[in-house]
């Protein structure tokens, strides 16, 4: 018989496999414990936008509290980075020796390329060998370090040159592999200029990397379903079933039923990971990045949550509800509400530029978040924290802070 998990209990297993509820008391995380989290959450999405703080270092404020950033710097880069990046949800850091489970998603964007008979790759291979040649006899290097007035800048929004296309088609390929970055802008080096050779030589059957790339989602939700489990990785329905069956086979997946995840608000199929932890309750109190695992899948964080959550970054700003980079509020097991949060550096400000509760929050919401902004101040080397009328929430997140 399948067993039944509450959905409040598959709240907490969730946020358990995502490391919260397991915080050291007053203690403030080193790499050991950066590299521990990345371990368990599996990776850290890269995003550009840094209107608060850049997504891959939110994670581990969510999980700790305030930490040294430049600890977290000394796993991605140095002479011996323990993180890499590449494709795996979106652009991301993960783990270095995850990095041979990708290879049959850097074939695949290679023969993408070659069939397409419009891409860009095919009109430019003299710039693609040129580049490699680059890299072979100057050692790993930025876009703008190979550039030069020949390369004309297009398009409007990201105006990248054919250095950087073609950096990041060969990146895409696994031709060239990063090594670092430099005020966040990648270095693209040569993967033996970049890896171990032990880490070049290892090869994993697509088969293989599908089911080592399942089984490490399973194990950072905890509990979902086959789609959660695919999400995670970008991995497409067949392969991740298939994995799941060979996973379910061997003990490490069980199948298990959530009330409410099923069509029609009927119980659902799901797996639970056999080292999940079930914990009787969680306090979480915490801010969120929009790229933390928590909530990067909207249809989980719905039904994990009952959280309708979209980014409006690209929503024109009349049309904007929340704001333009809402963070969602953790507290307990349950997301409560969002805040919309900008590092104003000029003027040492943290502007709470509206805050907004979500149906049935606590009463206690604004006492709880007002130490996680104080903390988030500090964190950030601001001298202030300005709160905006805005929003449901903001007439009482301003009375706690004042």
Same mark, same amino acid.
Do not use: C
């Given at each position: 018989?399948?067993?039944?998990?509450?959905?409040?209990?598959?709240?907490? !297993?969730?946020?358990?496999?995502?490391?919260?509820?397991?915080?050291?008391?007053?203690?403030?995380?080193?790499?050991?414990?950066?590299? &521990?989290?990345?371990?368990?959450?599996?990776? /850290?999405?890269? #995003?550009?936008?840094?209107?608060?703080? $850049?997504?891959?270092?939110?994670?581990?404020?969510?999980?700790?509290?305030? =930490?040294?950033k430049a600890q977290l710097d000394r796993l991605t880069s140095g002479t011996a980075p323990r993180l890499t990046e590449y494709w795996a949800h979106e652009a991301s850091y993960l783990p270095?020796?995850?990095?041979?489970?990708?290879?049959?998603?850097?074939?695949?964007?290679?023969?993408?390329?070659?069939?397409?008979?419009?891409?860009?790759?095919?009109?430019?291979?003299?710039? +693609?060998?040129?580049?490699?040649?680059?890299?072979?006899?100057?050692?790993?290097?930025?876009?703008?370090? !190979?550039?030069?007035?020949?390369?004309?800048?297009?398009?409007?929004?990201?105006?990248?040159?054919? !250095?950087? *296309?073609?950096?990041?088609?060969?990146?895409?390929?696994? #031709?060239?592999?990063?090594?670092?970055?430099?005020?966040?802008?990648?270095?693209?080096? +040569?993967?033996?200029?970049?890896?171990?050779?032990?880490?070049?030589?290892? *090869?994993?059957?697509?088969?293989? %990397?599908?089911?080592?790339?399942?089984?490490?989602?399973?194990?950072?939700?905890?509990?979902?379903?086959?789609?959660?489990?695919?999400? =995670?990785?970008?991995?497409? &329905?067949?392969? *991740?079933? %298939?994995?799941?069956?060979? +996973?379910?086979?061997?003990?490490?997946?069980?199948?298990?039923?959530?009330?409410?995840?099923?069509?029609?608000?009927?119980?659902?199929?799901?797996? /639970?990971?056999?080292?999940?932890?079930?914990?009787?309750?969680?306090?979480?109190? &915490?801010?969120?990045?929009?790229?933390?695992?928590?909530?990067?899948? $909207?249809?989980?964080?719905?039904?994990?949550?009952?959280?309708?959550?979209?980014?409006?970054? =690209?929503?024109?700003?009349?049309?904007?509800?929340?704001?333009? =980079?809402?963070?969602?509020?953790? +507290?307990?097991? *349950?997301?409560?509400g969002r805040v919309d949060l900008k590092n104003d550096r000029q003027n040492s400000v943290l502007r709470v530029q509206s805050a907004w509760l979500e149906p049935g929050a606590p009463a206690?919401?604004?006492?709880?978040?007002?130490?996680? /902004?104080?903390?988030?101040?500090?964190?950030?080397?601001?001298?202030?924290?300005?709160?905006?009328?805005?929003?449901?929430?903001?007439?009482?997140?301003? !009375?706690?802070?004042?």
């Amino acid at each position: 018989m399948v067993q039944s998990v509450s959905p409040a209990l598959a709240r907490r !297993v969730a946020l358990a496999a995502q490391g919260f509820g397991s915080r050291p008391a007053n203690a403030t995380p080193g790499i050991r414990q950066l590299g &521990t989290m990345v371990d368990r959450l599996g990776l /850290l999405q890269i #995003d550009s936008v840094n209107v608060f703080e $850049r997504s891959h270092y939110m994670p581990a404020f969510s999980r700790f509290g305030a =930490y040294d950033k430049a600890q977290l710097d000394r796993l991605t880069s140095g002479t011996a980075p323990r993180l890499t990046e590449y494709w795996a949800h979106e652009a991301s850091y993960l783990p270095l020796e995850a990095w041979p489970l990708f290879r049959w998603r850097m074939q695949a964007f290679r023969d993408r390329s070659a069939r397409a008979t419009d891409d860009w790759s095919h009109g430019n291979r003299p710039m +693609l060998d040129w580049l490699l040649a680059e890299l072979a006899a100057n050692g790993p290097m930025r876009a703008s370090d !190979v550039e030069h007035d020949a390369n004309k800048r297009s398009g409007p929004w990201w105006g990248w040159s054919d !250095v950087k *296309t073609g950096l990041e088609t060969l990146f895409r390929w696994g #031709d060239v592999a990063a090594a670092g970055r430099t005020r966040f802008e990648r270095v693209y080096g +040569l993967p033996e200029q970049v890896y171990p050779a032990a880490l070049l030589d290892r *090869t994993v059957s697509r088969t293989d %990397a599908h089911r080592e790339l399942v089984s490490r989602s399973a194990r950072s939700h905890g509990i979902g379903t086959a789609k959660d489990f695919a999400d =995670y990785y970008r991995l497409k &329905t067949p392969p *991740t079933l %298939a994995a799941i069956r060979d +996973l379910e086979d061997s003990g490490e997946l069980l199948p298990v039923e959530v009330p409410g995840w099923g069509k029609n608000n009927t119980p659902g199929p799901a797996w /639970l990971h056999r080292d999940a932890r079930l914990p009787r309750r969680m306090d979480a109190a &915490t801010i969120l990045s929009p790229f933390d695992p928590v909530v990067w899948e $909207r249809a989980r964080a719905l039904r994990l949550y009952n959280f309708h959550y979209r980014i409006e970054i =690209y929503t024109p700003e009349p049309k904007r509800i929340f704001g333009y =980079y809402s963070l969602p509020i953790l +507290l307990g097991d *349950t997301i409560v509400g969002r805040v919309d949060l900008k590092n104003d550096r000029q003027n040492s400000v943290l502007r709470v530029q509206s805050a907004w509760l979500e149906p049935g929050a606590p009463a206690d919401t604004a006492a709880r978040l007002a130490p996680v /902004l104080r903390a988030a101040a500090l964190w950030q080397g601001l001298g202030e924290i300005h709160v905006a009328t805005k929003g449901t929430l903001a007439p009482a997140l301003e !009375v706690e802070l004042r």
